[in-house]
């Protein structure tokens, strides 16, 4: 090809009237033209090595993870979807999306080319949504952030939280279509609709215990020290191993007296702190889970091998929606860690938190009976 028409495809790649990037295998961005470096006022090589999701405001990023990654995996691609990028100077950027994957001769993911095009309508309605929220707050300034939470908790709920269930439904139709489930595709498939479902349970749960602590509920509890929370603990991990069956869960429990505890909340917290350290610990090292009763307490631990926890993050670490600018996460929502310190406080016990380059742990303590 001669350096003309390679000039010609620069020059309309670049400059092209709507957004483009490629993702890599690895699902980091690895190109971005100018237009929409332009539109969101970040620097091309700021959107290199990054996910696309760091650049989605926290609808989007509900959106883009429970249903247009999992859908984007399943058919190969996705179209006409509406997501609110987040610009460098914080405003929200509407635009439609589409997307296709590229794969070699052999079926692996080459990258996934993304275009997007600004929904102007979309930015005027959302104008005036700010203006008349503008005018009411100049009347209600006491009850602003409540009224905020409610109507931001109602819109999650009402529309982004239903959005799986889209991807549930094209799986589905997927297997009708195959006539089988005994094929490697199918069985792809329907593992993909059992890992959605799950993690729409689990944002679905952190979502609205986080709306309850806000808006004055707080984590409710039904404690039961007559049955025995083993087998709960077993659960979790026996859910979480089918869920990522590629890594290795080493587990140690020697409760010997009765715990005063929901069942159900240590569970979760437990789930969370294990999730956590399966997304963030290193991949080839397992994740060591211990429990056990001793000196009037219950603990938990939760330990994994990998990078250690900048100091900076760690100050932040169980506050809500904080998913790592200072340390990238990869998936969730940045509610996992915050809701299980909130079921810790209902307990009366906490959760502590040391990272070594070797060794990052989560424990959780409590009394064995309530005060």
């Known amino acids: ?26 699902g980091r961005i690895s190109k971005v033209n100018a237009t929409l470096a332009a539109w969101t006022g ?21 959106y883009y993870e429970t249903h247009i990654a999992p859908l984007l995996r399943m058919q190969g691609f996705f179209s006409e979807f509406a997501l609110d990028f987040e610009t460098a100077a914080g405003e929200r950027l509407p635009v439609i999306a589409n997307a296709a994957e590229r794969r070699d001769g052999g079926g692996d993911v080459l990258f996934t080319a993304l275009v997007v095009i600004k929904a102007a309508d979309r930015r005027r309605y959302e104008r005036q ?22 109507e931001q908790f109602i819109a999650v709920l009402g529309h982004d939280l239903r959005n799986p269930l889209a991807a549930i439904s094209a799986g589905a139709r997927i297997l009708q279509r195959s006539g089988t489930l005994h094929g490697h595709k199918e069985l792809r498939v329907l593992d993909m609709i059992n890992t959605t479902v799950t993690r729409m349970s689990d944002l679905i749960d952190n979502v609205l215990d986080f709306a309850r602590g806000r808006l004055g509920g707080g984590i409710t ?3 039961d020290a007559g049955r025995p929370l083993e087998p709960v ?14 890594r ?3 587990t140690s429990f020697e ?17 969370n702190l294990i999730g956590n350290a399966l997304t963030h610990g290193a991949p080839d090292k397992p994740v060591r889970v211990e429990a056990k009763t001793e000196g009037g307490e219950f603990k938990l631990r939760v330990a994994n091998a990998g990078e250690p926890i900048p100091a900076a993050a760690m100050e932040k670490l169980f506050e809500p929606f904080f998913r790592g600018d200072i340390r990238g996460s990869r998936q969730g929502l940045g509610l996992g860690l915050h809701i299980a310190s909130q079921i810790a406080q209902a307990h009366g016990g906490r959760i ?9 742990r989560f424990v959780f303590t409590m009394p064995l009976t309530s005060t």
Request: some cysteine; hydrophobic content about 35%.
């Open 221 to 223: 509890l039904s404690r």
């Open 42 to 62: 970040f620097a091309p090589d700021q959107f290199i090595g990054r996910r696309l999701h760091q650049f989605l405001n926290m609808a989007g990023r509900i």
């Open 248 to 250: 290795v869960i080493e």
């Open 233 to 246: 603990l077993e659960q979790v991990v026996d859910e979480l191993r089918t869920a990522s069956p590629q």
């Open 352 to 360: 502590d938190v040391t990272s070594e380059p070797d060794e990052t």
């Open 255 to 271: 409760i010997t007296d009765p715990v005063d505890c929901d069942r159900t909340r240590i569970g979760q917290l437990a789930s």
């Open 129 to 150: 949504l700010v203006d008349s929220r503008s005018e009411l707050q100049k009347g209600l300034a006491s009850e602003r952030e409540t009224a905020e939470l409610r």
């Open 1 to 26: 090809m001669s350096d003309a028409p390679m000039d010609e495809y620069r020059e309309l790649f670049e400059n092209a009237p709507c957004g483009y990037l490629t993702i890599g295998p690895d």
